[in-house]
Nanobody, 125 residues
Framework: QVQLVESGGGLVQAGDSLRLSCAASGRTLTWYVVGWFRQAPGKEREFVAAAGWSGGRTAYSDSVKGRFTISRDNAKNTVYLQMNSLKPEDTAVYYC??????????????????WGQGTQVTVSS
């Protein structure tokens, strides 16, 4: 079983940058597809980004493409989300997720079955 713990959230101003980390324990993430999701108050959870086994394949939602970068360090069993040019609409709880995949499928529809507890990101205008 994989346990995921996010960190790095906080309160920033619009235009600032923030890097989230997701530390995994219990199993190596090598063969897991990893993703970031977010949920704003009153809204459904939405896909943000995903990375394949080595991080060479990535996918992003249109709302963050060009501003956010997902990466992973398998040696450290850690996933990152670098967020630049933050906007107030990026305010949400951000969740890290993982899914054991034999096909390295990074589609947003992948049935992630391991989730972290979330970290709050608040962007003020």
């Amino acid at each position: 079983q994989v346990q995921l713990v996010e960190s790095g959230g906080g309160l920033v101003q619009a235009g600032d940058s923030l890097r989230l980390s997701c530390a995994a324990s219990g199993r190596t993430l090598t063969w897991y597809v990893v993703g970031w999701f977010r949920q704003a108050p009153g809204k459904e959870r939405e896909f943000v980004a995903a990375a394949g086994w080595s991080g060479g394949r990535t996918a992003y939602s249109d709302s963050v493409k060009g501003r956010f970068t997902i990466s992973r360090d398998n040696a450290k069993n850690t996933v990152y989300l670098q967020m630049n040019s933050l906007k107030p609409e990026d305010t949400a709880v951000y969740y890290c997720a993982a899914y054991y995949s034999s096909t390295n499928n990074i589609s947003p529809k992948v049935p992630y079955d391991h989730w972290g507890q979330g970290t709050q990101v608040t962007v003020s205008s």
